[in-house]
């Protein structure tokens, strides 16, 4: 007896036939896109002849006998460093590594981004499965996070630097936040194999960086001083009613007015706030970066970029020269 299917059976199934059609097609461009993805991802490491030697993968799995010991030991020298910020203290409760230990852990980092790139290289980029493409996942996870364990080790050397260089324009909480995105790149270009301790190399790094900060923190304060009076004399000038008739300070004004709206909304609202045009006491640097939530160097920054537009504004409005005929 031959089974007849039913026509809604019939179209159920052709149904079924073109959805998985549909999910073929997906599946395979997520795929590519996947593999797009890991090919393009760049893997840096510090090359080591070492890595080329037989016994490389035991030399990279091997530490030395005092890393058993855990990390978050306590380093006992919490009460030497005094009332200190709670981030500052917990940069305390752990110990520093040994030479032996840094060796390792820095050999290890670059030993698992090599085999990663290398296992990669033999890979096929239309062919390589979601299972390859894990494997090398897997070896870079470890090595960020035994990167992340070198970092975490020597924070405190960046706390240790920073003091040096706290000024009233680079203030310490913005100090350390620099150097730590200077000691993370030189956790990165570290050359291990030459048997220096990372610490000689990373301080003078944070140094330099922190030497840069200060130059371009002094320029900035230079230049910027002299476009903070000049506003400042700009809004006084606007209340001084002995030297414009009231109709042109409604001029004035207007068009300043109308130079603000021309900026960016949040250049519009440094400047109101920084030079008291709200009618509020102006602000500092500090306390505009403290409510929006940046440092005191990005409101800088915008500041002078908004100052650079108002000046364009005014050259192109002949300001001056109005001003200087009502006079």
């Not at 096929?124 to 975490?152: G, P, W, Y």
């Not at 002299?226 to 409604?250: G, K």
């Not at 509020?280 to 160097?297: D, H, I, N, Q, Y």
Request: hydrophobic residues 40%.
């Amino acid at each position: 007896m031959i089974a007849i299917a039913s026509p809604a059976a019939k179209k159920l199934s052709r149904s079924q036939s073109v959805h998985k059609t549909v999910r073929k097609p997906a599946r395979k461009t997520e795929l590519q896109q996947l593999r797009d993805a890991f090919f393009e991802r760049p893997i840096d490491f510090i090359p080591c002849k070492d890595f080329a030697r037989k016994n490389a993968e035991r030399l990279a799995s091997t530490p030395p006998a005092e890393a058993d010991v855990p990390l978050n030991e306590e380093g006992g020298v919490r009460s030497a460093v005094g009332p200190i910020a709670p981030y500052i203290a917990r940069l305390y409760d752990g110990r520093l590594l040994t030479k032996d230990e840094e060796q390792f852990y820095f050999r290890r980092m670059n030993w698992l981004k090599y085999r990663a790139a290398k296992v990669r290289r033999s890979l096929d980029r239309q062919r390589v499965t979601r299972k390859q493409m894990q494997q090398v996942q897997a070896l870079l996870d470890e090595a960020d996070a035994v990167n992340s364990l070198i970092i975490t080790a020597n924070l405190r050397l960046v706390v240790s630097i920073a003091k040096k260089f706290v000024t009233s324009e680079l203030l310490f909480e913005d100090l350390v936040s620099e150097g730590n995105l200077a000691l993370m790149r030189s956790v990165e270009k570290f050359n291990f194999a030459l048997g220096n301790r990372f610490s000689t190399y990373a301080t003078y790094a944070i140094q330099r960086h922190f030497y840069r900060l200060s130059q371009r923190s002094r320029k900035q304060w230079n230049r910027f001083v002299s476009d903070d009076t000049a506003l400042q004399a700009l809004s006084a000038s606007e209340r001084d009613t002995e030297l414009c008739t009231a109709a042109q300070i409604d001029e004035l004004k207007q068009t300043f007015g109308q130079f603000l709206e021309e900026l960016e909304p949040r250049e519009k609202q440094i400047v109101v706030a920084r030079f008291g045009f709200d009618g509020e006491a102006p602000r500092t640097f500090r306390e505009l970066g403290s409510e929006m939530g940046v440092c005191k160097e990005r409101i800088r920054q915008i500041q002078g970029r908004a100052m650079d537009k108002l000046r364009r504004m005014a050259e192109d409005a002949r300001l001056a020269q109005t001003v200087g005929d009502w006079l």
